[in-house]
């Protein structure tokens, strides 16, 4: 709870003593835990009879308590707490408790899978794919299929233009996507072509134009 409970500067902290005493920051506190534990952090107002005799104070008390919250604000300019008459809300609250899922989310990432592992490639020395990684991508696809894509993903990344040279030596899985532009690309030259041999600077590959 403590990390996403909004800070109140001494000014309004002193504001808030002046009129409730110094149960004031326990009460700011409880109406945030509550507004922290329902799902839209949002709370209708019919709710403060029921929050007053929670917190063991007069629903007049806790009605003038929001009421003076809602008019004092922080320095970014968001009241302590807001309400519309039906609703009430801390925007503090919804913005710490959004910003710190960014975070999260931004933490996890992907696991870095050390090029070191990586398995051989006779005509696509710029590839980087663990055998596990290969083995899913032939069962999702098809040898044919994805011997192609390596192909035409090892051709651009031999060209080492300026994206280019940001996929060097780092494991490729990722670019063997269902939505990638190189599973596109290898369909729209499987679909284009008649033969069933493509040649490439690294020699002829079989391919089916049945994917």
Known sequence: MKKYTPLISPKNLSKLYSIFGY??????????????NTENLILEVKKIR????????????????IETCNELYDESGNSLLSSNGKYFWCKKLILEKYNNKIK?????????????????????????LTQD????LKHRYGAVFI???????????????????????????GHFRRD??????????????????????????LINKVL
Request: aromatic share 10%.
């Open 147 to 173: 011997n192609n894509a390596i192909q035409i993903l090892n051709t651009w990344l031999e060209k080492k233009g300026r994206l280019a040279k940001n996929y060097l030596n780092r494991n490729n899985y």
């Open 104 to 128: 999260q989310h931004k933490g996890r990432g992907r696991t870095k899978i050390p090029i070191e592992k990586s398995i051989k490639f006779k005509n696509a020395k710029n590839i980087n």
């Open 50 to 65: 029921k929050i007053a005799k929670e917190m063991k104070i007069k629903e007049k008390t806790l009605q003038h308590f």
């Open 23 to 36: 149960a004031a920051l326990g009460y700011y506190y409880e109406i945030i835990k509550k507004l922290y």
């Open 133 to 136: 990684q290969y083995d899913k």
């Open 180 to 205: 990638s532009w190189v599973i596109t690309a290898t369909k729209e030259l499987l679909n284009s072509i008649e033969e069933h041999i493509i040649q490439t600077p690294d020699g002829p590959i």
